[in-house]
């Protein structure tokens, strides 16, 4: 292989918001078949299949992880949800890259105010090496966060190294 290759795999953290949907799936699964066995209403063991069903759908998208992967200049953001299913979430293309530094480096203060859109394609684990990235685009510039390895890294900084900014 003859051009630079890197890539990453990232598991997100689960947020409040996705706990709490599974808690009150699981709850109310529960709940409904409880009722309905105990009390002989028909109407909660059907909701309790409607919520197996949305169980069974809806938990294994809420399990999410981000896939980085660098070929020649070209870095593609894939979500993996449930483990199986992959879609490719966004495509840059390091001509329209502006600037690649440490989340909290100054070479990102200008972009920070300027009505960019944010993505955030990280663990939102603390402590993590979070890069962030602003490319132009047709409509507005974008400003994306992400979790690149120390390979990756290099791959970029091979590629272009007056966009990527380590410090």
Known sequence: MDGLYAETIVKKK?????TLLKLVTYGGMIFCFIVGLFFGKMLFVFLALVLVGLAYY???RLNVEWEYVFCDGQLDFDRISGGSKRKTILRVDFEHLVVAAPKNSHALDGYRHNGVEVKDFTSLEEGKNVYGMVITGSEQNQMI?????????AAMKQKAPRKIVEY
């Open 14 to 18: 689960a947020t409040a918001k996705e």
């Open 58 to 60: 809806l938990v294994p």
């Open 145 to 153: 966060f992400f979790e690149p390895s120390e390979k990756m890294i």
